[in-house]
């Protein structure tokens, strides 16, 4: 079991673990007992954030654009000249 975080957190951290599973393995490996196994949590858990395999993918989808501009910033801060 993981620690407990907060939901907001919690939901990134499934929604990550979607985004990894979709897109190394496809869509048809993504299910809640994946996610769960990934993350560290039961299934019931993950249930508590997301109402099926549709709603965490849109969430997983709508990530992109943050982990892009959190990655963005990572490099401006080590490579702070073009």
């Known amino acids: 079991m993981t620690k407990h975080r907060p939901s907001d957190e ?33 299934p019931s858990a993950i249930y508590r954030h997301f109402d099926g395999k549709e709603q965490m993918l849109i969430a997983a989808i709508e990530l992109i654009p943050t982990l892009r501009l959190r990655r963005l910033a990572e490099i401006a801060v080590r490579e702070p000249s073009p």
């Open 10 to 42: 919690r939901r990134e951290q499934i929604a990550l673990a979607a985004l990894e599973i979709a897109g190394a393995e496809g869509y048809n490996a993504l299910s809640m007992a994946a996610v769960a196994r990934r993350t560290g949590l039961v």
